[in-house]
Nanobody
Framework: QVQLQESGPGLVKPSMPLSLTCTVSGGSITTNYYYWGWIRQPPGKGLEWVGAISYSGSTYYSPSLNIHTSISRDTSKNQFTLQLSSVTPEDTAVYYC?????????????WGQGTQVTVSS
C-alpha cells in the first residue's frame, strides 16, 4: 500500500522560502500514470490544490500560486518537493501531499497525514 509522509519546517518567517518534502513508500513516483500533488488547507477554509508533478516529471501549478511555486522530484529517493519562494501569512496552512490516479487536479486517493506550516515573524 502506498504511504506518503510530509516533512519540513513548522514555522517560517514572512518573505522567506518554504520547502516541503514528501517521501513515498510502497510505490514508485515514476509509475505510469500517477500524479503526485500538494494540497493545503488554510485555517477555517477548504482544501486548496497547490500543484502536482507527474510520473514523467511534468509539473502543474495553481494559477493563483504559480508565480512563486515550484515542484521537483528526486527519483533516487522516491521523493517530491514543494518550494514556495517567498511566503506570506496567507500561506499558513496544513500542507498535504497525495497521489492522484490519472488527473493532476483531482482524484487523489492516497494522502499523507499533513504538516502544519505557520508563517509568522
Amino acid at each position: 500500500q502506498v504511504q506518503l509522509q510530509e516533512s519540513g519546517p513548522g514555522l517560517v518567517k514572512p518573505s522567506m522560502p518554504l520547502s516541503l518534502t514528501c517521501t513515498v513508500s510502497g510505490g514508485s513516483i515514476t509509475t505510469n500514470y500517477y500524479y503526485w500533488g500538494w494540497i493545503r488547507q488554510p485555517p477555517g477554509k477548504g482544501l486548496e490544490w497547490v500543484g502536482a508533478i507527474s510520473y514523467s516529471g511534468s509539473t502543474y501549478y495553481s494559477p493563483s500560486l504559480n508565480i512563486h511555486t515550484s515542484i521537483s522530484r528526486d527519483t533516487s529517493k522516491n521523493q517530491f518537493t514543494l518550494q514556495l519562494s517567498s511566503v506570506t501569512p496567507e500561506d499558513t496552512a496544513v500542507y498535504y501531499c497525495a497521489r492522484s490516479n490519472g488527473n493532476y487536479r483531482r482524484d487523489y486517493d492516497y494522502w499523507g497525514q499533513g504538516t502544519q506550516v505557520t508563517v509568522s515573524s
